[in-house]
Structures are given as structure tokens and as C-alpha cells.
């Protein structure tokens, strides 16, 4: 275990409880697929794991993590310095491009099939690229989930320049409109990248909203997208 690390998981304890026993702790790096870091509480015992992209980072922003970490564990409020500080340092062009690196070194990205039961993204994708884009969008890997998730509708994720769709567009009662309108939007991603401004991701930026607008059917989508 390291020992610096030790050390500020137990006085970041010590400012967040004054008069609580002080627990045993488990404090090390891990390889996560991205900037994970966890907590948990078992039988008197912390056990934290902090991405070993974080590996050499100042003291400041490891107690800031701390911090985070212990107030999330025991409900207590986070004080904006840390989570400014922790923001602003995973964000930085360094950090952001080594997790990105990360990402596609060790994550996996299932990939199921753009051909689903009632629709085909691919081809969905093809009509909205020449229809909105004049046909100049790459066309990244489109896949539907392994699932029909309601909570996760859609994502592109840049490190596999994957689309997801959820499979619960993939039926019957699905106006295609909404569809569409959903992989419009992944699409407008590949068109504006997130970009980080100071400390903070800029994901959708005012032309990204602008044009999302543009969409033939966006009020009646976002509507139909509500109710599911």
C-alpha cells in the first residue's frame, strides 16, 4: 500500500469526522478502463481504489479525491475547492488524452449488430448523413445494446467511434422519426466533439443545439422520448 496515500485517505477522514475512530484502510491504484475510483465500507473497513492514471498526481488533488470519496461514503456535503480542484485536473489535455488511450487499450466494447429486428442503423445512418450532413460524416461502428434500456437511450462513445442505440427503439410501436431523431443527435457528435473549456466538458455546445433543432420532427421526438 502506499504510504502517502495512506496518509491523506486518513487526515482527509480525520477533517470529515474529528471524533471517529479511525478505521483500517485499504488505499491502492488500480488498472480501471478509465478514471474510475471507488469506495466501500466493509466490516470497519475502507477499501478504496483510485485509477493508477492518477499515479503521480499532486498531493493537493489525492486529498481532493479523498475528500470526494469519504463525503460520498459518509454522506457528508463536498467542498467545491476539492471538487474544482478534482474537475480540473482529470480535465486537463494530459489526463483527458491519457484516459482516452486508456479507453481503448483496456475496455471492451460489446458489439452486437446494426440489424435489427425492425430497423437497420446503418442504413438509418447512410439516409441522415446525405439528407443532413451531405454524406461527409465517417461512418463509425453502430451496433443496438445487448439490452432495451430506458435509462440509456443512445451514446457514441469516441475511444471505439462506436454508436450504441438502445433496443428498445428496435419495435413495432417506435415512430421511425424518433429513431432517427436519436442517431441524429449521436451524429451531431461526431460533428462537435466534446471539447473541454477551463476545468468543464463542453458537450453540447450552442451550434450542437442549434442544429439539433434543425431536426424535421424534434418537438414531437424529444416528446415520444419522454414518455418513454
Known amino acids: 500500500m502506499n504510504p502517502t496515500l495512506l496518509r491523506i485517505f486518513q487526515e482527509s477522514y480525520r477533517e470529515l469526522r474529528p471524533r471517529a475512530p479511525m478505521p ?24 478504496a481504489r483510485l485509477s493508477d492514471l492518477l499515479e503521480g498526481a499532486p498531493d493537493s488533488v489525492l486529498h481532493a479525491i479523498a475528500h470526494i470519496l469519504l463525503a460520498k461514503l459518509y454522506r457528508k456535503p463536498i467542498a467545491s475547492s476539492h471538487a474544482v480542484r478534482y474537475r480540473k485536473y482529470v480535465a486537463s489535455h494530459e489526463i483527458a488524452s491519457k484516459a482516452h488511450l486508456i479507453r481503448q487499450m483496456r475496455g471492451r466494447k460489446r458489439i452486437s449488430s446494426a440489424n435489427g429486428h425492425r430497423f437497420n442503423l446503418e442504413e438509418i445512418f447512410d439516409e441522415l448523413n446525405t439528407r443532413h450532413f451531405h454524406g461527409l460524416l465517417g461512418k463509425p461502428q453502430l451496433t443496438w445494446s445487448s439490452n432495451a434500456s430506458r435509462s440509456s437511450l443512445g451514446h457514441y462513445d469516441p475511444a471505439h467511434n462506436t454508436i450504441v442505440v438502445s433496443r428498445i427503439f428496435d419495435r413495432d410501436v417506435v415512430p421511425r422519426f424518433a429513431l432517427e431523431y436519436l442517431l441524429f443527435h449521436e451524429m451531431l457528435h461526431l460533428k462537435y466533439p466534446v471539447k473541454l473549456r477551463g476545468s468543464k466538458r463542453c458537450v453540447h455546445p ?23
Open 24 to 47: 483500517e484502510f485499504e488505499v491502492r491504484f488500480f488498472a480501471f478502463a478509465n478514471v474510475n475510483n471507488t469506495i466501500r465500507l466493509r466490516d470497519e473497513r475502507i477499501l
Open 206 to 228: 450552442p451550434e450542437f443545439q442549434a442544429e439539433e433543432k434543425s431536426f424535421p420532427h424534434y418537438e414531437e421526438a424529444k416528446k415520444f422520448l419522454k414518455r418513454l
